[in-house]
């Protein structure tokens, strides 16, 4: 549009710095263990304290319930001076925070470990959908892996960088840096649809969001995997309301 410091947003995937995150934790007082046996969650959420409080609970005890250990929590910095001051970019700023997950005794290897981290996402995500009716809340979960880690927000690729103060310390490392910026086409941009996602890099237009959520729940009742076993169930639903294409 006019303005040209709106976009539709852009971020970057990264391999979680190792060396970045245990001198976080020194700082903060957490025991970091040696890579793969911790994840990173980059979780975007509300503004309003209470209510993320209330949320970062629900966080901690799906955490728990699985197995896993929450070793603490972080607030991303960040410097929104270059954003544009349209209404719908500031005034919908999410509240950064990471959350560091501790590798439970009974995860065999980092494959295990990332489809623990998934039932972990998808059930968290569940929860806070299903507890605020689907309405919007801010609350989205950029990523969740012991492997990967998403930086990304409502603003044009060059502005990633200044927006976020992590990606210029020089113990922020990584062997792979994966950037993308959104080109909205049949859904409006928003905080959370932000690119890149957490697998893929994707473009395309596809325009048939109503006939593919609804092909993916109505194939939920067949779907069955060795590797999450009963674990299956507490994946749905797949696909929310007010997601992309791409999603």
């Not at 995937?13 to 990173?40: D, M, S, T």
């Not at 507890?131 to 989205?140: N, Q, R, W």
């Not at 892996?145 to 060059?158: D, E, P, W």
């Not at 649809?193 to 048939?208: D, K, M, Q, S, W």
Request: aromatic share 12%; net charge negative.
């Amino acid at each position: 549009g006019a303005d040209p410091l709106m976009g539709d947003g852009a971020g970057m995937l990264v391999q979680i710095p190792h060396r970045f995150f245990a001198r976080e934790a020194a700082k903060l007082g957490w025991h970091l263990p040696e890579p793969g046996k911790y994840a990173v969650a980059f979780i975007f959420m509300p503004q309003d304290a209470t209510l993320r409080k209330k949320m970062e609970l629900v966080v901690e005890k799906v955490v728990e319930d699985e197995g896993q250990t929450v070793i603490g929590w972080r607030d991303v910095p960040h410097d929104n001076s270059s954003l544009s001051k349209a209404p719908d970019i500031v005034a919908t700023e999410p509240c950064h925070r990471q959350v560091i997950i501790g590798r439970g005794e009974g995860i065999a290897d980092e494959d295990a470990f990332e489809r623990k981290l998934y039932i972990i996402r998808k059930v968290c995500s569940g929860k806070i959908y299903s507890a605020y009716a689907g309405e919007p809340t801010d609350f989205y979960i950029v990523s969740m892996s012991c492997r990967t880690l998403v930086y990304k927000g409502m603003f044009l690729a060059y502005q990633l960088g200044s927006y976020y103060k992590d990606l210029h310390d020089p113990d922020f490392e990584s062997a792979l840096a994966l950037a993308h910026q959104r080109f909205s086409t049949n859904t409006f941009p928003s905080w959370r649809l932000a690119h890149p996602y957490r697998f893929v890099c994707h473009n395309g237009e596809i325009n048939t969001v109503r006939g593919n959520v609804n092909w993916m729940a109505a194939r939920q009742g067949s779907v069955q995997s060795p590797l999450f076993g009963a674990d299956m169930q507490k994946l749905w639903p797949i696909s929310y309301e007010g997601q992309s294409d791409t999603a």
